[in-house]
């Protein structure tokens, strides 16, 4: 899941300076999830905006804000509302999708934080930096790019204390981690295993996936 969080306000009312017709675009996935775009957000940020002297022309929510064809629908009624300009309620993907589909200008509400484990309603952890390049079969199912502060990929920094990141004394050694991990599920061997450091200049961005294409 796409962890959102919601901008300070003043933010965005500096960024809608000069704008009196505004829409609203949620998502009633990721960020219904997190809070900060669902119908109940829709409504408070409508709410809020009214309070501030804009005129809130149209509301939406569609169902994934990321999925081109379905926010195309959706922002039909949009086009023809009178809004000078969209706020999007979405994550960064969802912002950007929106802005394919309709022309005006569109200012984020949320800031897009990570690619996220729901532990419970509300309570999210950051489990995957999607680097493009999974080396989770090596070290236990634990990623060494997002739970280690430094992302080292061939064991630990030698900086830990009492087990905790030299980093951020909050969170854990990530490479105690995985050596426990991979003792208890038999494979300490692969502790040994020597993995190529991460090469990001090899990636050109942005990235495209077309499984059209492999049928």
């Known amino acids: 899941m796409i962890i959102t969080s919601k901008k300070p306000r003043e ?21 219904a999830a997190c809070q900060t775009g669902g119908e109940k957000e829709v409504l408070e940020m409508k709410a809020f905006l009214e309070e501030q002297g804009f005129e809130v022309v149209a509301t ?9 064809l379905l926010v195309k629908k959706d922002t039909k009624p949009i086009k023809d509302s009178g809004a000078e300009a969209v706020v999007g309620m979405a994550c960064g993907d969802g912002v950007q999708t929106v802005a394919d589909n309709i022309q005006l200008p569109i200012y984020p509400a949320n800031n897009t ?11 999210f952890n950051e489990y995957c930096r999607m680097c493009g390049d999974c080396v989770l079969g090596s070290t236990g199912g634990i990623c060494p790019i997002t739970m280690c502060a430094k992302s080292l990929v061939n064991g630990p920094c030698g ?44 990636v050109a961005y942005p990235r495209h996936i077309n499984l059209r294409e492999k049928k």
């Open 113 to 123: 934080m990570f690619l996220g484990q729901v532990e419970r309603v509300g309570m």
């Open 60 to 68: 939406i929510v569609p169902d994934e804000c990321c999925h081109k």
């Open 159 to 202: 900086g830990q204390k009492n087990g905790k990141c030299e980093v951020d004394p909050n969170n854990d050694c990530a490479w105690i981690k995985i050596y426990n991990r991979l003792e208890a599920i038999g494979q300490l061997d692969k502790l040994g295993q020597t993995r190529a450091d991460k090469g990001y200049a090899t």
């Open 11 to 31: 933010e965005l009312l500096a960024m809608l300076e000069g704008v009196h017709k505004v829409a609203i675009v949620g998502c009633g996935n990721c960020a």
